[in-house]
């Protein structure tokens, strides 16, 4: 639990900045907590930590879990819809609001789980204390 409590501590308090947004951090790790507390939607350790580093991982284990916290964050509905009248209000403080609603409102993938796990990294370019944007060099050498 302590690997994932870190992830989580880092990666919240980059999501909502603002001191008076603490209920929102509450409601993030209640969420949290309570889909951890399910089987049908705990995710793996690494799988959250390799989320938010953008690191690839194994999505059909992620899927629900990130369904599972969109849906009770307000921003998914459980048929994979996005909602995006409950993105503008979870980062009302965020002064990206409406390009997240604008990049991210779209729904990206065939699946309800799909298209939760497209919308957490398309969140999180937007939310992680910086624009990050990962350049991956990958060396081939054809002989």
């Given amino acids: 639990m302590k690997l994932l409590r ?4 880092h990666f919240v308090p980059q999501v909502f900045a603002d001191d008076t947004k603490k209920e929102k951090i509450e409601k993030f790790k209640k969420a949290h ?10 995710a793996e350790e690494d ?8 690191e690839p991982i194994d ?4 899927g629900k879990h990130a369904l599972c916290m969109n849906v009770k964050s307000g921003i998914q509905k459980e048929n994979g819809d996005i909602d995006k ?11 990206k609001v409406d390009k997240i609603v604008e990049e991210c409102g779209e729904k990206k993938g065939a699946t309800a789980s799909e298209v939760a796990i497209a919308l957490m990294k398309c969140i999180g370019k937007f939310t ?7 350049e991956h060099h990958h060396e081939h050498h054809h002989d």
Avoid: R, Y
């Fill in 128 to 134: 992680s204390g910086h624009e990050h944007h990962h």
């Fill in 47 to 54: 799988v959250m930590e390799k989320n938010f580093k953008n």
């Fill in 6 to 9: 870190t992830a989580l501590d």
């Fill in 85 to 95: 009248d409950g993105i503008k209000e979870l980062f009302s403080d965020n002064d």
């Fill in 59 to 62: 999505e059909s284990k992620f």
């Fill in 33 to 42: 907590d309570e889909c951890q507390a399910d089987s049908a939607t705990k």
